[in-house]
């Protein structure tokens, strides 16, 4: 069943001089056929690659998705810049067989298998590095502390937001997101248009991409220093990290990977930390392997039950959920798997999470891409209370649901959606009879706050969705979780991936 939803994208029409954000994020760059490498990553890989080759044998258009990954990798500290590497993945079986290197090798004088050999060494460096809690303050916080390869690469636990610090006992302001397609985030843009091949170039999307829940940098190396750098995450040095990496069994490995002298100078070491990072991130089988049911469903190889179809029916449908129009759940139109996200930065009005430790402060706000984290935009009100829209693959593995995590379950997040608006008092808290509603953004931020479907009612209206509508949309978001094998009942993953 297809339903023919073209070119549902948002219609903020603004007359803008046309601009394409360039590639940005952890995938854009990245590159690599790696796929194309069997990779010698071990454990957490397993069971992707396995489902892989079931769910993703779904013809071009699934191969599509893989296909055009570029990947730059800027081995400055090896002295080798501006390496850059062009994958074509086109069989249909995911196997990404065919790639091309030739502009990196033409560019560097390196050949296309040297190339190819040290986004390999790169990428097995990220991966321990991703794992190592040495890395951090406390010796006790790796990247994958907070993003669970067995979830999503998101938290294995269910707590708003992540503990960290020295002490283990800090808190920021917001949830862990999910790391994995990424790679197709577009660098951050405050007026978006659409490539030729995937939609409407003259319209305006408005503030578009980039990573973090605010859309502050654009690329996985920036990203990365971030949390290392943290004093309520990894609370790190570029001096600690290096004593580190130094005193690790793969020390060695980063010495052959980043040159003799990569240890000569904390800066370096630390850069090519970042560098080694953003080339595993760019792994397609483990971060975008496309394998869910329902891309299986899409390529014709499974069918959905008939709650999951309901589900998806409601979640397309721009009366009703209208979910679609942010969370893209139809192919581009060259062919490549929807993402399920157009990355837009919009407010919908996420209550305060009162749990937060910083928000027992009455005058704090996370204003998302007007700050406080993001400081670029400080003062230009209309990004107060926009965050980027997260993809909605693997949400199903998921314990916490939104930028401040106040949610714990699908059936609550998709509630808030179909009711927020009917019945604010489920959401918001009351005081002497009357709703505070959008409790976490400052009234003279209110204009920001979207108002399409399903944000087009009031009390008394009916509610967008019904609760048999709710369930059936859960139902259709458990289809996007990756690992799906033929034969799985309800599209969950039965590998860990
Ligand atoms: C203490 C928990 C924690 C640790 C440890 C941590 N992260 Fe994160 N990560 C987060 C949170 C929270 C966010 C969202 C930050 C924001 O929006 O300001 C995030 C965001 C990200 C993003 C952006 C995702 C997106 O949707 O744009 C990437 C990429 C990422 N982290 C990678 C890493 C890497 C690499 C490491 C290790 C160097 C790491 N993280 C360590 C909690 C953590
Ligand atoms: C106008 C754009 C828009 C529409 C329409 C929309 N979403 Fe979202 N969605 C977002 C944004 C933006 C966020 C993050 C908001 C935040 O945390 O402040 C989000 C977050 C979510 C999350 C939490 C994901 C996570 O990782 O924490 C879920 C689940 C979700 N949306 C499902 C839906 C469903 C189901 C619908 C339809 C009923 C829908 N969305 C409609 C933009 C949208």
Redesign the pocket.
């Known amino acids: 069943m297809r339903l023919g939803l073209t070119g549902i994208r948002k219609m903020a029409v603004r007359p803008q001089a046309r601009r394409h954000a360039g590639p940005a994020g952890?995938g854009a760059m990245l590159t690599l056929a790696l796929a194309a490498m069997t990779m010698t990553l071990a454990a957490c890989d397993a069971g992707s690659s396995a489902a892989g080759s079931t769910a993703q044998a779904g013809g071009k258009a699934d191969a599509s998705g893989h296909a055009q990954v570029n990947a730059r990798a800027d081995m400055s500290a090896s002295g080798n810049a501006g390496v850059e590497s062009q994958a074509n993945a086109s069989s249909a079986s995911g196997s990404m067989a065919t790639s091309t290197v030739g502009v990196s090798a033409r560019e560097t004088g390196q050949t296309r298998a040297q190339v190819y050999e040290s986004v390999r060494q790169m990428t097995a460096l990220g991966k321990q590095?991703?794992f190592d809690a040495s890395?951090?303050g406390s010796g006790k916080?790796?990247?994958a502390?907070?993003?669970s390869p067995d979830h999503g690469f998101s938290p294995a636990n269910s707590l708003s937001?992540?503990?960290?610090g020295n002490d283990m006992h800090r808190t920021?302001m917001?949830?862990?997101?999910?790391?994995k397609y990424?790679q197709s985030?577009p660098a951050f843009a405050e007026h978006y248009h659409e490539s030729d091949d995937e939609g409407d170039e003259s319209v305006d999307a408005g503030p578009t991409g980039?990573?973090?829940?605010?859309g502050?940098v654009d690329r996985?190396s920036d990203?990365?220093r971030?949390?290392?750098l943290s004093s309520?995450?990894?609370g790190s040095t570029p001096a600690k990290v290096t004593t580190a990496v130094k005193a690790a069994p793969y020390a060695d490995a980063f010495r052959v990977a980043f040159g003799e002298h990569i240890f000569d100078s904390d800066d370096a070491t630390f850069k090519a930390v970042l560098q080694a990072?953003e080339t595993f991130?760019q792994t397609p089988e483990l971060f975008y392997p496309y394998t869910s049911k329902y891309d299986a469903y899409l390529a014709g190889k499974a069918h959905l039950t008939q709650a999951e179809l309901r589900g998806l029916q409601v979640f397309n449908d721009e009366k009703k959920g209208n979910c679609a129009s942010c969370h893209i759940s139809q192919r581009t139109m060259d062919g490549a798997p929807p993402q399920f996200s157009d990355f837009g930065l919009i407010a919908i009005g996420v209550p305060r999470n009162r749990a937060l430790a910083v928000n027992r402060d009455p005058h704090f706000y996370d204003l998302g891409a007007c700050g406080p984290?993001r400081t670029d935009l400080k003062g230009r009100a209309e990004f107060c209370g926009i965050f980027?829209t997260?993809t909605l693959r693997n949400v199903a593995l998921k314990k916490s649901f939104f930028?401040n995590g106040i949610y714990h379950s699908l059936d609550q997040a998709v509630r808030f959606y179909a009711q927020r608006d009917t019945n604010p008092e489920k959401f918001y808290p009351v005081s002497k009879g009357k709703v505070q509603k959008f409790d976490d953004l400052p009234q003279r931020y209110w204009a920001n706050l979207n108002t399409e479907p399903p944000f087009d009612r009031k009390p008394g209206d009916e509610p967008a969705l019904d609760e048999a509508e709710i369930k059936d949309v859960v139902a259709f978001l458990n289809t996007l979780t990756d690992g799906y094998k033929a034969g799985d009942k309800a599209g969950k993953s039965t590998a860990a991936n």
């Open positions: 952890i590095l991703f890395l951090s916080l790796a990247c502390s907070c993003h937001v992540q503990l960290g920021g917001r949830a862990a997101p999910t790391l990424l985030v980039g990573l973090t829940w605010d502050r996985g990203q990365a971030i949390p290392l309520f995450e990894m990072l991130e984290e980027r997260p930028h």
